[in-house]
């Protein structure tokens, strides 16, 4: 079992990690739709996302190489 706080950033990471996975489909349906604001929109989530994912795993990364990622027993 782990920490809450823990479980709660691999938790938005995985989310974040879906939303990544998903935004292709968007924008390809976007495009066929002749949506080109819904394309920029998507893009822009798209890049957003990905900045939510770096910060998530550079803040995951520091807590392990300080020992503040716990497991509970």
């Not at 989310?15 to 968007?26: A, T």
């Amino acid at each position: 079992m782990m920490k809450n706080c823990n479980h709660d950033l691999i938790q938005q990471l995985s989310e974040c990690m879906d939303s990544l996975w998903r935004y292709d489909e968007y924008i390809k349906n976007a495009q066929e739709s002749g949506c080109g604001k819904c394309v920029e929109l998507w893009q822009k989530m798209k890049e957003l996302t990905k900045e939510q994912i770096k910060l998530l795993k550079q803040y995951l990364e520091e807590c392990i190489k300080e020992g503040k990622f716990e497991f509970l027993e």
